[in-house]
């Protein structure tokens, strides 16, 4: 069974320039998340979606961060523009079962770097 | 709301010897804990859960951890460290109830000398 597949592995871009990052979580999985991990630190989750829903954005920067999940499978997540603060680690997980979090398995994530 | 503290970022070992990373939690509900572990250049992991069944958890690759209440603790153990030990290990939590958002602590890198 594939895991969770993200892309691209890494990305450098220019400040103030648009950026995406897709996941396509493991077959089944009906809950998505995006996490953001900077250096030296643990991952902070931006948005969840149950299905197409998105039902915990309350960390998503929405100014500049959008997110979506078309048809309940694969997902997006966009910056619109980048900022330096914004070179961190980008992390897709996904599960079945919505009342455990904990059992969300991990993409391999995006690298984003802001120069 | 939930947070947790890992102690120690950085642990050193020699390959043999026991490994013990620590970790507390605050939650204002019953908690579920995890230990996930993150290679170089990798998604995380999970190694082991604790979801208000047995205190004692076995997981994968040779590790364990014990829950206690009275210290809100959830400390993870292994007995004899191996080289391939070596990454960077996430502690966290969530609430049994409500919002199913699991909070990371910082990690801890475990470092194994030969």
């Known amino acids: 069974e594939a895991g969770v597949v993200q892309s691209p592995r890494y990305k450098i871009i220019e400040k103030k320039q648009p950026v995406a990052f897709w996941c396509n979580p493991i077959s089944g999985h009906n809950t998505l998340y995006w996490y953001r991990q900077n250096l030296g630190q643990g991952p902070e989750l931006l948005i969840r979606y149950e299905n197409e829903e998105a039902v915990d954005d309350s960390q998503l920067p929405k100014d500049r961060f959008s997110a979506e999940r078309l048809k309940g499978v694969d997902s997006t997540l966009k910056i619109q523009p980048a900022e330096l603060g914004d070179s961190a680690v980008y992390l897709c997980?996904?599960?079945?079962?919505?009342?455990?979090?904990?059992?969300?398995?991990f993409g391999q994530g995006t690298r984003l770097t802001v120069v | 709301a939930q947070s947790v503290t890992q102690l120690g970022s950085h642990v050193s070992v020699s390959e043999g010897a026991l490994v013990l990373l620590r970790c507390n939690y605050s939650?204002?509900?019953?908690?579920?804990l995890f230990w996930y572990v993150q290679y170089p250049n990798q998604g995380l992991q999970l190694l082991l859960k604790y979801t208000s069944a047995a205190t004692l958890v076995k997981g994968i690759n040779g590790f364990e951890a014990e829950f206690k209440k009275s210290e809100t603790s959830f400390h993870l153990t292994k007995p004899s460290a191996h080289m391939s030990d070596a990454a960077e290990y996430f502690c966290a939590v969530t609430g049994i109830q409500g919002a199913q958002k699991l909070v990371f602590g910082q990690g801890t890198r475990l470092t194994i000398n030969p």
């Open positions: 997980a996904s599960s079945y079962d919505r009342g455990l979090a904990g059992e969300a398995f």
């Open positions: 939650s204002s509900v019953p908690p579920y």
